[in-house]
């Protein structure tokens, strides 16, 4: 496996991990909150907006690398036998 395969394969579980993520947020199954220094805030809306931008973009970096890949494959066919 090379470095881009191993890119790519890191890609794919921070997509798997930011769905499921934001799947536990919109279901109600976690908040999250922070301390603004005059008591805990929920910010749960914010941090389902960031994992939807997180699941957009890490599903556009696996489409594009695969698209490249398959094209490069296409124009570098392994030979039999090598």
Do not use: C
């Not at 199954?29 to 389902?48: H, L, S």
Request: hydrophobic share 40%.
């Amino acid at each position: 496996m090379g470095k881009f395969d191993n890119q790519l394969a890191h890609w794919r579980e921070q997509h798997r991990v930011a769905v499921e993520d934001l799947g536990d947020l919109q279901a109600g199954k976690r908040k999250i909150a922070e301390d603004t220094g005059e008591g805990w805030v929920d910010i749960t809306d914010r941090w389902m907006e960031k994992l939807r931008n997180e699941v957009v973009v890490f599903a556009q970096l696996i489409e594009v690398y695969e698209k490249l890949n398959a094209r490069n494959a296409s124009r570098n066919p392994v030979e039999p036998g090598v």
